[in-house]
């Protein structure tokens, strides 16, 4: 039977992209996100190219709806094979204007939320024998990123995160890498620049590989990591990230 494939902000974005490889490889694909209409529209999109899809609506900073959300993917789907964690919130803000609030959300998505995801899923990996679990963090995490203070901050914190598991995690056959992207022509990285915050073209410009990545960029990624092909690799860093960051 095909494995089944936790995807966490897949509604959009690299998520989504994530999602749909992992469906066109036959897993069966569960798709969390706060977008509960848009994550609804990708999983009948899947379900219409004969893919096992569910969609779930789950802020992952809620650990209460993060685990519904994991009981109606077993319920539906079943045991966990797979987590990648892409749900994810940025803010750009001097590092005196960051207020409580804004620290706290970020620190509760990016970092606890990832934390949240692989607790809950971690039962079903332990049982088999077998896991892989792949975290998106980000290449601001390894380089810093001015105005970004609470964002690199969440992001290392994932990085720390993964190692941690790795350790713990690896004589239970489950392998645990992150991907820390740099520049992905994604909506949040859209939106960012309509705000007048970012310009995607512009930094494209400056990748060394001279192009902004895409979600299939990452997923492909994630592809081999979450397969027996990738067995031998866990608590890794890797970089897809057109060289911006070496």
């Known amino acids: 039977m095909s494995r089944v494939a936790v995807v966490t902000g897949a509604a959009s974005g690299i998520g989504l992209g994530v999602a749909r490889r992992f469906a066109a490889e036959g897993k069966r694909v569960a798709l969390l996100d706060r977008q509960a209409e848009a994550a609804e529209r990708a999983a009948a ?27 109606r993917v077993r ?3 079943g045991p966990v ?3 990648v964690t892409c749900a994810g919130v940025e803010s750009f803000d001097p590092v005196l204007g960051i207020t409580r609030e804004t ?5 509760a998505v990016n970092l606890t939320g990832t934390f949240t995801c692989v607790q809950a899923a971690l039962p079903d990996m332990i049982d088999a024998g077998w896991g892989r ?13 001015p105005h970004m203070a609470h964002y690199s901050a969440s992001k290392g914190g994932v990085i720390g995160l993964t190692k941690a ?3 713990e995690l690896a004589r239970a056959g489950i392998t645990v890498n992150s991907i820390p992207p740099s520049l992905v022509d994604t909506p949040m ?17 400056m990748v060394p590989l001279g192009r902004a990545g895409t979600p299939d960029d990452i997923a492909a990624a994630c592809s081999f990591l979450c397969s ?4 031998y690799i866990t608590g890794q860093i890797i970089g897809v990230n057109g060289g911006m960051y070496i």
């Open 75 to 77: 319920a539906e789907l």
């Open 45 to 71: 999109e899947l379900r219409a190219q004969g893919a096992a899809a569910v969609a779930c609506e789950v802020d992952v900073a809620d650990w209460s709806a993060v685990s519904g959300a994991f009981a």
């Open 228 to 231: 027996d092909d990738g067995s």
């Open 103 to 107: 620290w706290d959300r970020i620190i």
């Open 165 to 167: 598991l790795a350790r």
């Open 133 to 145: 679990i792949v975290t998106i963090s980000s290449s601001s995490a390894q380089s810093g990123a």
């Open 81 to 83: 094979g797979i987590l």
């Open 189 to 205: 990285a859209r939106d960012a620049e309509a705000r007048g915050l970012v310009s995607v073209d512009a930094m494209a410009a």
